[in-house]
Structure formats: C-alpha cells, structure tokens
C-alpha cells in the first residue's frame, strides 16, 4: 500500500464578531509570507488543494484558507437555524479581518477568487494598509445578474446539485475531469441556501463598479488574474475593472475558466508562480538591512 | 441535426445514467426557426420531436438563434460558448416555461445538451 501524507494541517480558531461567536475551519502549509486564500461562492478550502500541496509555493509562503462561517466545516453561529445567511461587504471584510486577526497574520497577500475576488477589491479601496499584496481572481467591479439564485434554495429543487449544476460550465472543458468533478462536488455539499445566499454580495450588494477607481495600488499591489472561460467575470469584466485603477496589474490565463486553483491547479500555479516571486521580491527589498 | 444519434449517445452515456437519474422533464428547443421537442424519461432520451408545433407540449424552452446554437453545438466552442448560462447572459438564447423544473433538471440536461457537440 502506497501512503502519502500530505503536508497540510487543518485546525479551528473561534472569535467574537458583532455578537456572535464563530468557529472558523482553516487549512495550511508552508511557512513565510502569509498567503491567505478566500474561497468562491458556495463552496469551501478545499478549492486551494493544489496550492496546499505545492512545495515551490509552500517553502517560501504559509498559505492559509478558512471556509466562511456556514460553509465547509465553518457550521453557522448558534441560533442560525432562524436566519438566513446573507453575504455582505461589510461582514465578509469583518470576518477576513477578524481572521487575520486571530491568527497574528502580520501583512498578509491576500488572494481570493470570485466573490473572494470581488472582496478584494473591497480590501484594496478599505483596508490596504493590513494586506502587503492582493491578488484578484475572476475579479471585476460588479456582475450582472444573468439568473435567479432564488430556485437554488427552493424547496422543491436539490440546490447544492442545481448549484453544481449552474457552475460546471463555468470551467474550462480542457481542464482535468478528475479536478472539474471535485470541484463540483464541493458545491454538491453546500448548506441549503448558503451558494445563494453569497450570490447576494456577487450579484446585488458588493458593486464597486463607482469606487475602484480611488484603490491606491501604491499602499498595497494589485494583481488580477482571470480565465478566459470564465463567462460570469469574463476578461473583458476584469480588463474594465482594471482601466479604471492605476497600477493594477493584469494577466488573462487561456485555458482557464472560473475556477482556477481548483479546476486546473497546475496550470493555474504556472500563472501565480510569477506574481508570488514579485510579492516576494518586493517584500525582501522593504526589509531594512 | 442528426436526432438519432444524439439519443444513441446520451442514452449510451454512463455518467447521465448516474447523474441524471430519476430525471423526467419536456424541453423544447428552439434553433432560429426550427423546433425541437425532446422527451426526457429517467435520464434516457426517449423521443424528440421535430416542429413546428402548433401547441408544444414542454415544460420549458430554450430559445437561441441559429448563430448561437450553432457556436454552443461546436465540436470544440470556443471560449466562453461552452455553456448555455453563457448565451443567458449576453441575452441570445432566453429560457421561458417552468423554472423550477428547469433548475431541478439542470445536472440532466447540460450532461445531455454536450452529446450535440459536433453531431451532423
């Protein structure tokens, strides 16, 4: 029997946020420069795998990723079986800050993707000065609501497959089955009504489409990376959002679609693998000697 | 469209058999000017119908120019046509009908909808 243990470790961390008390699930690895990951929309960590797993990463950066209250082994705060969890901007920025926070993450990169991508963007314009990079992914200002989230919380439909069902095209068909499928399933386990409850911050609240254009690249970099089959934030979504911001620097990743670190890990790190060495370049100048 | 072979390989397909289990639904597709009804029983193709149709029996319909059916039907689409929520959003195809029935079917029928991909 051939065993393999990987090198990553995952543990709970609670905190205080606006009256409530929250049991956040993290994974990480590696050690150096905080990289903190922020998930898509209805599903979970494990979408950072490949990244997790990767040593040209991991012996230079401590990647981290925490699964969102109510998704992946985050359970909702007490007393959440009378409410319905609606994403914002002001609680996603105060729960990736609280995080940071609570783990003394000193000046992380911070890299999300999708409605982690979007927050980004948030972070950039709020809360420059706690991040030393931030890296958008499938990032843009806003997008237009092309479906109704409501049917993916519905009692008459199965919405986690709906939900797996809505975002499989999203992907690159080039991209590996075994990858693709995985990541489906990560949207197949999701909480009833959790995918559209995100949905509300992607597709109606977090529009920053009036703002970016004040995102200061200067106290913090700006990267943003987009696959170009991703058609909810197409390149040509990011490559507006990014003529409006001085300083941000762009990469279309062919061969990707709205997922990246998890439909295609490997092709997807090929495309960080440079961004990371500038981060980390940039930071080995500001140390003073 | 060769129809025929379309069923042959969505009902010869192992993964629909699996993921599309226990789905029965009508879909009506409209491809610029020609229609479509296919029947849809426990995952298996069971008829489509060709129009036109003066009272089409459906549960919900899926309406896109030729242009873009034909970019979607590609052998190998090109970015960005590889789904239909693609073409929702730039407003060429429009699904109307029963949404509920539609969504509840979703996983069923784009796993059947790839089998047109390069077909005659």
Not at chain 1, 68 to 96: D, F, V
Not at chain 2, 22 to 43: H, N, T
Not at chain 2, 45 to 69: H, K, N, R
Not at chain 2, 91 to 114: P, Q
């Amino acid at each position: 029997m051939k065993v393999m243990l990987e090198p990553v470790s995952g543990q709970y961390v609670r905190f205080d946020l606006a009256g409530r008390n929250y049991r956040i699930y993290f994974e990480e690895a590696g050690q150096g420069i905080p990289l903190l990951c922020l998930h898509t929309a209805g599903a979970d960590t494990r979408q950072f795998r490949g990244l997790l797993n990767e040593a040209r990463i991991t012996d230079r950066f401590r990647v981290i990723a925490f699964d969102l209250p109510w998704h992946g082994k985050s359970s909702p705060p007490a007393g959440w079986q009378g409410e319905t969890w609606r994403l914002t901007s002001t609680l996603y920025c105060e729960l990736i800050l609280a995080f940071t926070h609570a783990l003394a993450l000193e000046t992380p990169v911070v890299m999300g993707c999708s409605i982690g991508g979007r927050v980004c963007l948030n972070l950039a314009l709020d809360h420059a000065t706690r991040f030393r990079a931030i890296v958008g992914l499938q990032s843009a200002a806003s997008t237009p609501r092309y479906y109704d989230p409501a049917w993916l919380d519905h009692p008459e439909v199965n919405g986690p497959v709906a939900g797996a069902a809505t975002v499989m095209g999203l992907m690159c068909p080039d991209s590996p089955e075994a990858e693709r499928w995985e990541t489906l399933w990560h949207y197949m386990q999701g909480g009833p009504g959790v995918f559209s409850g995100d949905l509300h911050f992607y597709q109606v609240e977090g529009d920053f489409r009036e703002r970016v254009k004040n995102i200061d690249t200067a106290v913090a970099p700006l990267y943003l990376l987009t696959g170009e089959y991703d058609y909810s934030c197409s390149p040509q979504d990011t490559l507006d959002t990014a003529a409006q911001i001085t300083g941000a620097k762009v990469q279309i990743m062919p061969g990707l679609g709205h997922f990246p670190m998890s439909e295609n890990p490997q092709a997807f790190i090929a495309h960080l693998l440079p961004v990371l060495d500038e981060i980390e370049a940039a930071s080995r100048d500001a140390v003073p000697t | 469209m060769d129809w025929q072979r379309f069923r042959d390989k969505v009902n010869r397909d192992a993964l629909i058999a699996c993921r599309g289990a226990g789905s029965s639904f009508r879909v009506l597709i409209g491809w610029g000017e020609d229609q479509y009804v296919i029947a849809v029983r426990d995952g298996m193709v069971y008829t489509v119908e060709t129009g036109p149709f003066v009272m089409p029996q459906c549960d919900f319909a899926l309406i896109g120019s030729t242009q873009a059916w034909d970019r979607f039907a590609a052998a190998r689409p090109a970015a960005r046509d590889q789904d239909l929520f693609a073409f929702f959003r730039s407003g060429e195809m429009v699904l109307s009908g029963d949404t509920r029935k539609f969504y509840a079917h979703l996983m069923c029928l784009k796993l059947m909808l790839l089998h047109l991909r390069g077909l005659p």
